[in-house]
Antibody, heavy 121, light 108 residues
Framework: EVQLVESGGGLVQPGGSLRLSCGAS????????MSWVRQTPGKGLEWVSA????????YYADSVKGRFVISRDNSKDTLYLLMNSLRVEDAAIYYC??????????????WGQGTLVTVSS | EIVLTQSPGTLSLSPGERATLSCRSS???????LVWYQQKPGQAPRLLIY???SRATGIPDRFSGSGSGTDFTLIISRLETEDFAVYYC??????????FGQGTRLEI
C-alpha cells in the first residue's frame, strides 16, 4: 500500500524557516517524481514544487521561487521542502504527492495527509 | 499560463440526481493531462479520473469524465450521499507547472 506521511509543519514567524519531510513507503520511491502541493481556504490548491526521480531536476511555482528548496533522499525514501523567508501568505496545509507517468498520461495519484504550516507573529 | 475555471462554484442537488461539473481551460490542453479529484472535509484530495476519462482504481462507474481541448466535464450519474464533496480539476503541465481549478462544491 502506498503511503506518504508528511511532518515538520508548525508555527513560524514571518521571515523564518521550516523544513517539511515526507516519508514514503509501499512503492519504489526512487522511480517516482514527487511534488509538494499546498492548500489554503482562500486560494484552494496550489502546486508548489516538483523534483525528478533522481533529484537532478527541480521546479518551482513563481510564488516560492528563490525561497523554497525541494530535495529528496532516495536512500531514506524521503522528500523534503525547505521553506525560507516565510510569508503570511505561505500559511497552508502542505501535501506531498506522487507523480504517475505512463507515456503522455501524467497525473498526481497518491497524496499524503498533509502538514499544517502557520506563519504568524 | 493556463487558467482552469470550474463551474458552477456550488452545485446543490439531491441523492439520486445527476451532477455535471465543468472545467474550462484558458488554452487548449492535452486530454492526457486533465485530472479530477474529490476532496472531503479534513481529507486529502482523492484521485477520481485521469487522462480526462479514465477512472482510477476503485472509483465507481457512476463517475465519468469527458472532454477535449478547452472543455472538460465530470459527470456523476446518480448521486449518493458520500459523493457530496468538493471536486477539483488539474492540468498536469509540461513546463512543468501544474494548475488546479478553484473547485466545485457539491452539496445536498
Amino acid at each position: 500500500e502506498v503511503q506518504l506521511v508528511e511532518s515538520g509543519g508548525g508555527l513560524v514567524q514571518p521571515g523564518g524557516s521550516l523544513r517539511l519531510s515526507c516519508g514514503a513507503s509501499g512503492f519504489t520511491f526512487s522511480s517516482s517524481p514527487m511534488s509538494w502541493v499546498r492548500q489554503t481556504p482562500g486560494k484552494g490548491l496550489e502546486w508548489v514544487s516538483a523534483i525528478g526521480d533522481n533529484g537532478g531536476s527541480t521546479y518551482y511555482a513563481d510564488s516560492v521561487k528563490g525561497r523554497f528548496v525541494i530535495s529528496r533522499d532516495n536512500s531514506k525514501d524521503t522528500l523534503y521542502l525547505l521553506m525560507n523567508s516565510l510569508r503570511v501568505e505561505d500559511a497552508a496545509i502542505y501535501y506531498c504527492v506522487r507523480h504517475l507517468v505512463t507515456g503522455d498520461t501524467k497525473y498526481f495519484d497518491y497524496w499524503g495527509q498533509g502538514t499544517l504550516v502557520t506563519v504568524s507573529s | 499560463e493556463i487558467v482552469l475555471t470550474q463551474s458552477p462554484g456550488t452545485l446543490s442537488l439531491s441523492p439520486g440526481e445527476r451532477a455535471t461539473l465543468s472545467c474550462r481551460s484558458s488554452q487548449s490542453v492535452s486530454s492526457t493531462r486533465l485530472v479530477w479529484y474529490q476532496q472531503k472535509p479534513g481529507q486529502a484530495p482523492r484521485l477520481l479520473i485521469y487522462g480526462s476519462s479514465s477512472r482510477a482504481t476503485g472509483i465507481p462507474d457512476r463517475f465519468s469524465g469527458s472532454g477535449s481541448g478547452t472543455d472538460f466535464t465530470l459527470i456523476i450519474s446518480r448521486l449518493e450521499t458520500e459523493d457530496f464533496a468538493v471536486y477539483y480539476c488539474l492540468h498536469y503541465g509540461g513546463t512543468p507547472t501544474h494548475t488546479f481549478g478553484q473547485g466545485t462544491r457539491l452539496e445536498i
